[in-house]
């Protein structure tokens, strides 16, 4: 499900205990994953926006367009093409007008591709009673006979973007590679705060030496990449920058122990790590919820979700999950590495992450793509209680992954509800014959039975957001640059036509379109054989609309209906249709 846009947070322990020291016609991904709608008014660094010009646009028109605004530019994001911009009106009066005019002049400028305030990122953890912990997952997870097949690789680097992490920890020190600092702007990203080098034991630290605790992956090295700084407070454009440094300074995994909401920066970042072949290792969330929020990047399709779950194999009360979290992992009371060369037992999804990005690492040794990585991962987990609903897979298991050497089969889809009061799409139990006389499944009740789906996002387009009647409903749109739609394949009776209600919501004006629903008809082929109805931003918002539309034109022919949404690169448009019939 799409979700609104929150400010990120760090996806650590609830609880710490010191211790010593236009895709085609139904194309989609089981589990599909949502799309962020960015929130606007989302805490964000006072006056400074994320900005995409297009490529052809030159360096003087993206100076004047700056000049216009009375923005100067003040860093980039460099892998992406996007530039971070100060407006100085707005530094020490940043309100949500002031933000709202900036973003809607940068959107009337057509060489802007998109425009986004510079969200802020946050840490919270508890100190809570001392107290020392024994490395438990290990066994749970099978890493010891994992072990004997293989170490990893110290060819393999597994990119910490997060708090830092010190290096000269002794369970770490010999594991480390060059690294940066986004936060300080310099190439010593020394960790202030812990969960960074927490993040790095667990995934990576030194094993068999005597000294502290293990790490998933014994020969797999680090890359330290600082994006979040001593009080946990970082912004997009570092994490941003963070993931694609270390996609473009030779990391095969990237561990994501952050999370939060979304934006087209964030995506386009996860895309590009991934698009470089760079497995990505993502926290679920400490919300105990299964909405997707506050849970980004996890929830994009190019990460691989994680939940957390405690010793006896339970869901760790604090995690989130849902049919879109693929695996699980231990992260309930999670003993590793810690700033002042100590070791810390801390509970979170960030604490499960490691252990997924180690494995990771381990199977990349082995020479696993990325997308072999994902499957190999999926397939070999261990089917525990919540498996299918709770998260997709199961709990990972070290010693199935790496003792594979053959197929790596795609994951097993959700079987059931993972929350009975958060329904997700029934999956079609029958989808009839091209050809029938009338509409299947109109009110959306049966998910997609009768009707073949499409979203750029890769998720359904059948949810829960906004019905008129019953519990489902067509939800389109509601991010930038979405292109979605819904059809059904029917022979129309002679002197019908088509009904259906639709309802916008949109942050767009009245005046000019930019976001638009279409009902039109394909044959069976997908060759456009009219356009009944385009409706738009500049039509009615907030309310339920009736439609009635003539279908003669098409009696006795074979067809497809099909409900379309296209919307822009900004100010937020959504579409939703429900009840449809022929009358």
Not at 19 to 29: D, E, V, W
Not at 255 to 270: E, H, P
Not at 360 to 369: E, F, M, P, R, V
Request: with cysteine; proline share 5%; glycine share 10%.
């Amino acid at each position: 499900m799409k979700r609104l846009f929150v400010s990120f947070v760090l996806i650590c322990s609830l609880v710490i205990i010191f211790s010593a020291p236009n895709p085609s016609f139904g194309q989609s991904r089981t589990p599909a994953k949502p799309v962020d709608r960015v929130d606007f008014a989302a805490p964000a660094v006072a006056g400074q926006f994320v900005v995409k010009f297009k490529a052809t646009t030159s360096k003087a028109n993206r100076s004047s367009a700056l000049k216009a605004l009375g923005a100067v530019q003040i860093d980039r994001i460099a892998a992406l093409d996007a530039e971070v911009i100060e407006v100085a009106s707005l530094k020490s009066n940043d309100t949500l007008a002031g933000r709202e005019a900036v973003l809607a002049g940068l959107k009337q400028n057509p060489n802007v591709e998109y425009a986004e305030p510079n969200f802020i990122y946050n840490v919270n953890f508890t100190p809570n009673d001392p107290s020392q912990s024994s490395q438990w997952a290990w066994g749970v997870i099978r890493a010891y006979t994992g072990w004997d097949i293989t170490q990893g690789s110290s060819s393999v680097v597994i990119a910490v973007v997060d708090t830092g992490v010190q290096g000269t920890h002794p369970d770490l020190d010999a594991k480390m590679v060059a690294g940066y600092d986004y936060i300080d702007n310099d190439s010593t990203p020394t960790d202030g705060n812990g969960h960074g080098t927490h993040v790095a034991g667990t995934s990576a630290a030194e094993t068999n030496n005597s000294t502290g605790g293990a790490g998933t992956c014994p020969n797999c090295k680090v890359m330290p990449v600082r994006v979040l700084g001593n009080d946990g407070s970082g912004t997009l454009a570092g994490v941003a920058n963070g993931i694609t440094y270390a996609a473009d300074n030779g990391a095969k995994v990237i561990n994501l122990s952050l999370g939060g909401g979304g934006s087209t920066a964030l995506q386009n970042a996860v895309d590009y790590a991934w698009g470089r072949g760079v497995f990505l290792a993502c926290a679920a969330g400490n919300s105990n919820t299964s909405s997707t929020t506050s849970s980004y990047p996890a929830a994009y399709t190019n990460c691989f979700a994680i939940a957390s779950t405690t010793s006896s194999d339970a869901r760790s009360s604090f995690s989130n999950y849902g049919s879109w979290v693929e695996v699980a992992a231990p992260g309930s009371s999670i003993y590793s590495t810690w700033i002042n060369s100590g070791y810390n037992t801390i509970n979170g999804t960030s604490m499960a992450t490691p252990h997924v990005a180690g494995l990771a690492g381990l199977l990349a040794s082995q020479g696993l793509t990325n997308s072999q990585i994902r499957d190999r991962i999926c397939s070999t987990s261990d089917r525990i209680t919540g498996t299918g609903s709770t998260w997709t897979c199961g709990r990972i298991n070290v010693y199935n992954a790496v003792n594979n050497g053959g197929s790596t089969p795609t994951p097993t889809p959700p079987t059931s509800t993972p929350n009975p009061t958060t329904p997700t799409v029934v999956p079609p139990t029958a989808t009839p014959p091209p050809g029938g006389g009338s509409i299947v499944n109109g009110g959306f009740e049966s998910g997609t039975t009768g009707w073949t789906q499409a979203s750029s996002g890769g998720y359904n387009v059948i949810d829960t957001t906004r019905p008129r009647t019953g519990s489902y409903s067509v939800y389109m749109g509601g991010y930038n640059n979405a292109s979605e739609g819904i059809y059904q394949t029917l022979t129309v009776p002679a002197g019908k036509s088509l009904s259906f209600y639709w309802y916008q919501t949109t942050a767009e004006g009245s005046t000019t379109a930019y976001d638009y629903l279409r009902v039109r008809v394909y044959n069976t082929s997908g060759t456009l054989l009219g356009t009944l109805a385009t409706r738009s931003n500049v039509n009615t918002k907030n309310a339920w609309v009736a439609e009635s539309l003539s279908l003669a034109a098409y009696a006795g022919q074979t067809v497809r209906i099909r409900f379309e949404t296209t919307t822009d690169s900004s100010l937020i448009t959504s579409f939703f249709v429900d009840d449809v019939s022929l009358q």
